[in-house]
């Protein structure tokens, strides 16, 4: 199966995962006078199942980024995204202000990078986040994993 197959794989297993969870969080007590709508038994089983196939795909597309040295492509991009979180929250506004706790007079703030500096280097960030996630792109249409998905009967 190619990679970009693989990751659609990961996102429904999942969701698979997270809703084996939450009945299994949510039907392991019944009144002793009711039958057990699941077997917690089945539903632990079958979460576990469902975690061994999501770690394989994710053992094997790692593998396949490592091997082709996309993994350190993989990680800018995470690095990227916090520095853009962090780039969220820097104050851009200069001036003067006249509110403080400690004194009436108006204080002058002044900023080493402004708004539209700030959002240029946002735009650049956001840019080569989005050329190396075309190159993952396709990457993941034209390379291979191992993994099969079984035919559903």
Avoid: C
């Avoid at 995962?17 to 009144?31: C, D, E, F």
């Avoid at 917690?40 to 790692?62: A, R």
């Avoid at 402004?114 to 034209?142: C, H, P, S, Y």
């Amino acid at each position: 199966m190619k990679i970009s197959k693989g990751l659609k794989e990961l996102k429904k297993l999942k969701n698979k995962a997270s809703t084996l969870s939450s009945k299994i969080q949510r039907h392991n007590k019944t009144m002793s006078l009711n039958t057990p709508q699941y077997s917690m038994t089945e539903l632990i089983k079958e979460y576990h199942e469902t975690l061994d196939t999501i770690l394989t795909i994710k053992t094997q597309i790692m593998e396949a980024n490592v091997a082709s040295g996309n993994y350190k492509a993989i990680l800018r991009i995470s690095e990227l995204k916090g520095l853009l979180r962090a780039f969220g929250s820097v104050d851009t506004e200069g001036g003067f202000d006249e509110r403080t706790m400690y004194s009436t007079e108006k204080i002058e703030y002044k900023v080493q990078i402004d708004t539209k500096q700030m959002e240029v280097l946002k735009k650049e960030i956001e840019e080569e986040i989005e050329t190396i996630l075309d190159t993952l792109d396709e990457f993941n249409a034209k390379t291979s994993i191992e993994y099969k998905v079984e035919a559903k009967a």
